[in-house]
Structures are given as C-alpha cells and as structure tokens.
C-alpha cells in the first residue's frame, strides 16, 4: 500500500512567486491535514480539510495561504507571493476519518519550500 | 493554548546508554502520542497512550502516561545509532483531531 505521497520533495521558489504543493493521501483515506515544520518553532498544525471541505483552517496564515481537497485529484496547499519566511518543510497527514475520531494521521515526507 | 513542553532539547550520548525524554503539560489529554522523525522523512507514529499510569513497552523503548494525563515519557534502554532522530510527543486539540506537536527532543546516539 501507498503511504501518503507529497510532491514535490524539494521546491525552490524567488520572492513573490507562487508554490503549490500537493498531497495524495493513503488509499481509502478522506481526511488530510497540513502542518508546517520551522526550525525554531517545530511542527505546527495549519489546515484540516476533508474531501471538498475546510473543516478547521485555525492555523493558516490569514494572508497568501490556501488550502484545497477536491473531489477528485489530491489536496494542494497553495502560498501565494511567497516570502523568505514561507521557507520552511511542509507535512501532509491523512486519516480514514470514519468511525471514531482518534484514528492516527499517516504523513508523507514533506515538501522543502526554499525561498530565494 | 494547549502547550507540551519536551525535555530534553538536545540529548548526545554514546551507545549502549539509557536516556529519558520527558514531555510536560498543564493541560490533560485523553490520549498522547509519540513519533520519532529522521532527517528529510515524515513523523512516524510510535505509540499512542491512552490511560493514566499505562506503561507500554516497544522493544528497547518503553512509554510512560502520567497518572493525572499531562506528561508522558520515553525511557530508551542501550540506545543504538538507529535511535538518532527527533522525538515528539503529540496530543490532539479540539473536536478536529488536529495534532499538537511538543519541541521535540533531538537525540544523537554515537556510535
């Protein structure tokens, strides 16, 4: 079985341009999460969506950053005119999201996000 | 704001040593998880503890729940350099299962 799969690994953009980052999560599962990884303040939660839904966004800057799960194809986290600051290792984690709501999240290896 | 608070922050030892990181909160959890990362990889799940005072063994690490469900802790017996990595404990916050990630304990086993 596939694990949870972002691409890409390493993504390097300049100031001001966009980054798209992608995640398909593990067969079977409906519900993704986002975190971003900083080397001063670890690994924090940014967005969860379910298929087609933003379920809690709490931790997405309120500027530049969105987030999609589409009904078909995988979720897209999208930084629009990045800055130095959005550089950073960027996690998606997915879970079946049935049954009870303690299911553990699966995660991909990240996308680097340089920014020159 | 729900906060963990993991200890050590960087933790150097030689082979075959014991070591223990902690992971602190004033808040309680119903359950608490910890993951190891490797350099370029994703968080893998560990262990997930779920009752107060519950002790769970995984080969040469042993997991630790506090009594009152706010700190947890990771005991490694004769660590090896397969060990290196970064641990985090973890809880979940709110109704949306979403994770919150302690500081994170970087250790380094040499061999």
């Known amino acids: 079985n596939a694990g949870v799969m972002q691409n890409p690994r390493h993504l390097v953009r300049r100031r001001g341009q966009e980054a798209r980052l992608r995640c398909s999560p593990m067969?079977?599962?409906?519900?993704v999460y986002w975190y971003r990884q900083l080397p001063e303040e670890g690994l924090k939660f940014m967005v969860y969506l379910q298929k087609e839904n933003i379920i809690d966004e709490s931790g997405m800057p309120k500027e530049r950053f969105s987030a999609e799960f589409p009904k078909e194809g995988p979720s897209i986290l999208r930084i629009q005119q990045v800055v130095r600051g959005d550089s950073a290792a960027y996690f998606c984690?997915?879970?079946?999201?049935?049954?009870?709501?303690?299911?553990?999240?699966?995660f991909g290896d990240g996308t680097r996000l340089s920014i020159l | 704001t729900q906060l963990l608070e993991q200890s050590p922050q960087f933790l150097s030892i030689q082979e075959g040593e014991n070591l223990t990181v902690y992971c602190n909160s004033s808040?309680?959890?119903?359950?608490l998880q910890w993951y190891r990362q490797e350099p370029g990889e994703g968080p893998v799940l560990l262990v997930t503890v779920v009752t107060g005072g519950e002790v769970k063994k995984l080969k040469r690490l042993t997991f630790q729940f506090g009594d009152a469900r706010k700190d947890s802790s990771l005991h490694i017996t004769a660590a090896q350099p397969g060990d290196t990595g970064l641990y985090l404990c973890a809880a979940r916050g709110g109704a949306t299962n979403k994770l919150i990630f302690g500081t994170g304990t970087l250790l380094a086993v040499q061999p």
């Open positions: 808040s309680v959890f119903s359950s």
């Open positions: 067969k079977g599962h409906s519900h």
């Open positions: 984690a997915s879970s079946p999201g049935q049954g009870r709501s303690n299911q553990p999240q699966h």
